[in-house]
């Protein structure tokens, strides 16, 4: 049994693993946010093969929501948070997403979602306060949480549901 959310647990503590809006992040500083997220995530009910849609960009959020997710042997679903309205409810009804997480780049979009029509989605939390309006919590919030240690999974259990790019019909939801 394993998990792929230890990947980033052999590399030095000190090199910096991401940098985000002109802002480093070590590998510590990473594992231990990391772990402080999972247990926002864990105190929501999250747990293992629940869905958790990323309306995110490539950032800070995206990645310790990634890891966090993984570690708790959730499904990330990582969706365009420039797509339309319209797609994005398409999309969590089709993996009945029981999270989501809405950056500000996503937060109009969002804003033209009806929540009847995604009922799957219980949590619907906010990367900035104050840019979604139906948003219960913060990410700040997640990470205030208690930390949580990693899930150990089968190798077969499901980590992603990344949506093709709909080329030869529509987009569907590729297995990782």
């Known amino acids: 049994m394993t998990n792929l959310a230890h990947i980033i647990d052999d590399h030095p ?7 985000s809006r002109g802002r480093e992040t070590t590998y510590g500083q990473l594992r231990d946010q990391v772990a402080h997220v999972r247990g ?3 105190a929501l009910g999250v747990g293992k093969g629940d869905r958790i849609a990323l309306l995110c960009g490539n950032g800070r959020y995206f990645v310790e929501l990634y890891f ?3 570690g708790l042997g959730a499904v990330t679903v990582p ?8 797609e994005i409810e398409r999309e969590l009804r089709t993996v009945e997403a029981k999270v989501v997480v809405v950056e500000p780049i996503a937060a109009h979009a969002w804003s033209q979602i009806k929540r009847d029509a995604v009922a799957s989605v219980q949590h619907v939390i906010c990367t900035e306060p104050g840019t979604v309006t139906d948003a219960e919590c913060a990410f700040d919030d997640l990470l205030a949480a208690e930390p949580v240690p990693v899930a150990e999974l089968d190798p077969d259990d499901l980590a992603a549901l990344i949506f093709t790019s709909g080329t030869a019909g529509s987009p569907r939801a590729a297995m990782l």
Do not use: K
């Open 40 to 42: 926002g995530l864990q």
């Open 68 to 70: 966090a997710a993984l």
């Open 79 to 86: 969706l365009n948070p420039g797509s339309p309205a319209p």
């Open 13 to 19: 503590a000190d090199r910096v693993a991401i940098i």
